[in-house]
């Protein structure tokens, strides 16, 4: 059988993620070099392997796997030995994708945000951009409770997040002292026989052309920005017996915000499920997420979170959407247990992660947290910039195929909300207002989404205009 094809970038940090779980499996690809810099990706014959013109991309003899998280997790899937990387001990496996999509929708959104920008012409980084990367650190370091990202052994979710930690560190210093978890973890990565190959030289060399770009670019000051906000990624607490049926169990209990789309993703699929749940609110506004009560159940003090009756606390709501599916469901439907389908759908949720739900959140939370009276016009470009990229990936009436799965339920809280401030344009995106439109259609929409998506454009309104009338 021939080699998988893998494009890619060396400097690009989630090509790095693939190149360090190739190696950790013992898996050579055939490395064909996508040049961002020079336009490779916007050529037509790679827009037909990737419609979002994105790296890294897999083909596995004809099976096409874009999205580093998704092609990490079918790589394992697929050639790993055992399940030590990607664990099918369901809370196990339910930490890692929590991990998967914190690296995906904080530190890699967080370091495109900022890269992006140098990359077009910005010769400086403000201090709000530098202090919301250190945000990410200091997540990151709170999650460090193991040796590893997501427990006590070596998984993906270390390859993924040491991918662009190695590289934005060259950027955004972080102090030994500050963070002691986080250099210890590095030191430890460091030590495996590949890691060096792999990543550290390209991440040094990534890191280096960044700062000779802003050199370059020191004549071109940026517009300021308040770029400081709260994440919605997670991980999981606690393990227990899975094997307990439905009907043998109390209700799951979900702590979450109507207003937020994360929680509405997991409420569609609980709808979908036909799964009951107890909803407990934490006003976010109001701070009950930064309660010690909530923060010990939850150190990245992020909604939605659940507590399954057994005690496991999954957060994250991409991980917890999985978790609930996988346990809970009567069928695979939702999320189909064939390893290129399930790829092709973890790659459309860590597109939520880090595309829609990072760009939602870019560009509210300033506003709804911290009385910014901007609306700054790169951010709602960069809002725009996704419709399209989802637009173009609708080549079936769902995300993925002609049914619906957990890839619509999850990309749809986003999109809902914003719909809700931002009208999609029917005649410059035509499939994503169908598929919008089709979604809607779900008995339980209006209700458990749409509503909701309402309410949040409602008091992104009045907060700008409070914070307009305060400035």
């Keep these: 059988m021939a080699k998988p094809i893998f494009y890619t970038l060396h400097l690009s940090p989630p090509c790095r993620a693939v190149q360090l779980t190739a190696k950790a499996l013992g898996v050579e690809?055939?490395?064909?070099?996508?040049?961002?810099?020079?336009?490779?990706?916007?050529?037509p014959d790679f827009l037909k392997i990737n419609p979002q013109h994105t790296i890294p991309v897999l083909d596995d003899n004809g099976v096409i796997v874009p999205e580093s998280h998704a092609i990490v997790i079918y790589l394992v899937s697929k050639y790993g030995e055992d399940d030590s990387l990607y664990p099918k001990d369901l809370a196990q496996q339910a930490k890692v994708n929590a991990a998967l999509h914190f690296e995906s929708g904080v530190l890699f959104a967080r370091t495109r945000f900022l890269f992006e920008a140098i990359f077009t012409g910005c010769g400086e980084i403000h201090p709000e951009k530098a202090e919301y990367i250190k945000k990410a650190y200091q997540l990151l370091e709170d999650t460090l409770v193991d040796d590893y990202v997501a427990g006590t052994t070596l998984t993906i979710a270390d390859l993924s997040c040491i991918s662009t930690i190695a590289s934005v560190m060259g950027v955004v210093p972080m102090e030994r002292s500050q963070y002691p978890k986080i250099y210890a973890w590095i030191d430890r990565l460091k030590e495996l026989p590949y890691y060096e190959e792999a990543n550290g030289a390209s991440a040094a060399e990534h890191s280096q052309l960044i700062l000779n770009i802003m050199k370059r670019n020191a004549a071109n000051p940026c517009s300021r920005t308040n770029d400081q906000f709260v994440s919605s990624s997670g991980q999981v607490n606690n393990s227990s017996n899975y094997a307990?049926?439905?009907?043998?169990?109390?209700k799951v209990v979900l702590y979450t915000a109507k207003l937020s789309p994360p929680g509405r993703s997991v409420e569609l699929t609980a709808k979908a499920l036909g799964l009951e749940l107890e909803i407990k609110p934490i006003n976010l506004i109001a701070g009950d997420h930064l309660k010690p009560e909530f923060v010990k159940m939850n150190p990245q003090h992020t909604i939605p979170l659940?507590?399954?009756?057994?005690?496991?606390?999954?957060?994250?709501?991409?991980?917890?959407?999985?978790y609930l599916t996988t346990k809970y469901g009567k069928d695979d439907s939702l999320y189909p247990s064939d390893i290129v389908t399930r790829a092709k759908i973890n790659s459309a949720l860590h597109f939520d992660s880090g595309v829609l739900f990072a760009r939602l959140r870019f560009y509210l939370e300033p506003?709804?947290?911290?009385?910014?009276a901007e609306t700054p016009q790169d951010k709602i470009d960069y809002l725009y910039k996704a419709y399209g990229l989802l637009n173009d990936t609708l080549v079936d009436d769902y995300i993925v195929g002609n049914k619906l799965?957990?890839?619509?339920?999850s990309c749809v809280a986003s999109i809902a909300s914003f719909h809700a401030i931002f009208?999609?344009?029917?005649?410059?995106?035509?499939?994503?207002?169908?598929?919008?439109?089709?979604?809607?259609?779900?008995?339980?929409?209006?209700?458990?989404?749409?509503?909701g998506a309402e309410e949040l454009a409602a008091l992104y309104r009045v907060k700008l205009e409070e914070n307009r009338q305060k400035a």
């Design 244 to 250: 307990a049926k439905k009907a043998k169990m109390g």
């Design 306 to 322: 659940i507590i399954d009756d057994d005690g496991t606390t999954v957060y994250d709501s991409h991980a917890i959407i999985i």
């Design 423 to 451: 009208p999609i344009d029917k005649s410059k995106y035509p499939k994503l207002a169908a598929w919008v439109e089709r979604l809607s259609k779900l008995p339980y929409y209006k209700k458990t989404n749409q509503e």
């Design 367 to 372: 506003i709804l947290y911290y009385g910014s």
């Design 29 to 43: 690809l055939d490395h064909q070099v996508v040049n961002l810099l020079t336009g490779d990706h916007l050529k």
């Design 405 to 409: 799965t957990l890839a619509d339920l």
